[in-house]
């Protein structure tokens, strides 16, 4: 039997199993991540060249408590470990056809801001959009998002009594699209609020209403940016571990889980058989399966069956000149969202009219470029690797980039970048082993896919717990923090 100081392994130091490895360290336990690359944070990772720095995945950051909150836990001032920065505008939007909005975490500056482009009408639904989103959220997370969806223990509370009630109010019967067209007439409207089903890899056309509430993260709760870039998130974190006592087996890849008489016995990692008690698995569940559980682990087969979610191409770009009208996140519309999306989901032509996201870190983080240079993460949503010829799609979509934002800049911006990085989806999976170059595990193209998504401990095996992208609550750092949480609580209460 395990005792308090029984030695768990954790595989992967993505952001969840930093996330899980600091909660079992402060509970007491002996834990030794095991990371195939000589690097930690999975897609929470950075790089730099000829003075220009980029965090290479994810770029906008909510719900920043929740990284304070494991600094807290191992009794740390957090401000003095990780900051951030609270920006005062979400994003700016860019049309073609030359119309801008910015958007703002207040209310009254939203309302002033779509009243100017879309008229008074439309501007005074926001309050109610907003509202809908917060009741979406408070009524939701708490539950399905900071909670385990495989425990009798979620469900049985009677404020589940209340949410089972509301039901109705939580948009699953309907698309995150419909939604939104129920509420604007501007299609531009629509289209930037469509825009949020994108945060976890899914389609406005087909992820639920409930979606909505995502809005409420940045809208209401804040726009922020860590101080040093993304990457602090996860160096931060791992330097946390580290103080600790968390052992870290980095170059160190896992090639199987050991199991035997149903339970883990330990693991072969580097060519070498380590004991362990527990295993928290951090990778992808889908190459978890496929590679490392021996055959007579039984399968969740319908969980296996989900779709990766979409994945992206990110041109890095050091630009030798500065765009002011661009802020931190800048987003420039594709003219046809559908047809966009649905050739993102059925592996159509999607480069033809690719929506441009822009992001530009050296606002808040000046360091990021020389002087009077911009450093540019310019990323499109694209399915995820299924064997694409992406030798021939790079160059096409680099080209209708370049024209978009040209187009919407009224600059011709292809001689300025004096220093270019492309990220495939087959290079995301190379690096992270997600699926498919996958951004956020599996996508949410249906209502029932979060009850679907991989639980956070094995039915089948003792001692083996899941957390990451693609086990439950999903995927992006906030969602990714809370996984860590929700497999470490459980192996502790296991105890
Ligand atoms: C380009 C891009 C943009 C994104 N934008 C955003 C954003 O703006 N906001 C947001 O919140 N999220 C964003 N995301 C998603 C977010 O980055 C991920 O959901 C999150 O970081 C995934 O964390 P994870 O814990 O699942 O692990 P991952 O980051 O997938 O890491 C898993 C780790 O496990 C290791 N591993 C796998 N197999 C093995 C093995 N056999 N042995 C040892 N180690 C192994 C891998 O090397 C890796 O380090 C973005 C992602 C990308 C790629």
Aim: glycine content about 8%; hydrophobic content about 35%; proline content about 5%.
């Amino acid at each position: 039997m395990s005792t308090s100081s029984s030695t768990v392994a954790v595989v992967g130091a993505g952001i969840a199993g930093l996330s899980a490895a600091i909660r079992l360290a402060v509970a007491g336990k002996k834990v030794i991540v095991f990371e195939q690359n000589l690097y930690t944070g999975g897609k929470v990772t950075a790089f730099e060249e000829n003075g220009f720095r980029f965090d290479m995945g994810p770029s906008l950051f909510t719900l920043p408590y929740l990284v304070d909150e494991l600094f807290e836990l191992a009794g740390r001032n957090p401000r003095e470990h990780f900051n951030y920065h609270t920006h005062d505008e979400v994003c700016r939007y860019l049309w073609d056809d030359g119309t801008k909005l910015t958007m703002y975490p207040s209310l009254d500056k939203n309302e002033a801001a779509v009243a100017s482009v879309f008229g008074a009408t439309e501007a005074e639904k926001l309050r109610d959009y907003f509202e809908q989103a917060r009741v979406k959220y408070d009524l939701t997370a708490p539950f399905f998002l900071e909670k385990s969806l495989h425990r009798a223990s979620t469900f049985l509370t009677p404020a589940v009594v209340k949410v089972l009630k509301e039901i109705p109010k939580l948009g699953l019967f309907s698309t995150l699209h419909e939604e939104n067209e129920k509420v604007f007439n501007a299609p531009k409207l629509v289209q930037l609020f469509n825009r949020y089903a994108t945060y976890n890899g899914s389609s406005p056309y087909q992820t639920p209403g409930i979606m909505q509430m995502i809005t409420h993260l940045e809208h209401s709760l804040g726009t922020h940016f860590p101080v040093g870039g993304m990457h602090e998130i996860s160096q931060s974190l791992t330097r946390l571990a580290q103080e600790l006592g968390v052992r870290f087996e980095l170059g160190t890849r896992v090639e199987e889980f050991i199991i035997a008489q149903n339970s883990i016995t330990g693991l072969v990692a580097g060519g070498k058989k380590w004991a362990v008690d527990q295993l928290v698995c951090n990778t992808d569940v889908k190459h978890a399966y496929k590679y490392l559980m021996p055959e007579k682990v039984k399968r969740p087969k319908k969980t296996l069956q989900q779709e990766p979610s979409s994945s992206a191409l990110i041109f890095y770009w050091g630009l030798s000149a500065q765009f002011p009208q661009l802020d931190l996140h800048n987003i420039m519309f594709s003219e046809n969202y559908e047809t966009e999306f649905k050739h993102i989901q059925s592996d159509g032509p999607f480069w033809e009219d690719p929506t441009v996201y822009i992001h530009i870190s050296n606002r808040l983080e000046p360091n990021d470029a020389p002087k009077g240079k911009d450093s540019w993460f310019v990323m499109v949503n694209t399915p995820y690797d299924q064997g694409q010829d992406w030798d021939m799609i790079v160059p096409m979509v680099r080209e209708k980039v370049i024209e978009r934002i040209s187009r919407v800049l009224g600059t011709c911006i292809e001689p300025l970048i004096e220093m270019e990085q492309v990220l495939r989806p087959q290079d995301i999976e190379q690096r992270t082993s997600s699926v498919g170059g996958a951004l956020y595990g599996t996508s949410s193209n249906d209502r029932m896919a979060a009850f679907l998504r991989h639980s956070n401990k094995s039915n089948s095996i003792k001692g083996l717990y899941f957390c990451g992208g693609s086990a439950h609550p999903g995927g992006g750092v906030p969602l990714c923090l809370l996984s860590g949480k929700i497999a470490s609580e459980w192996l502790i209460e296991d105890e």
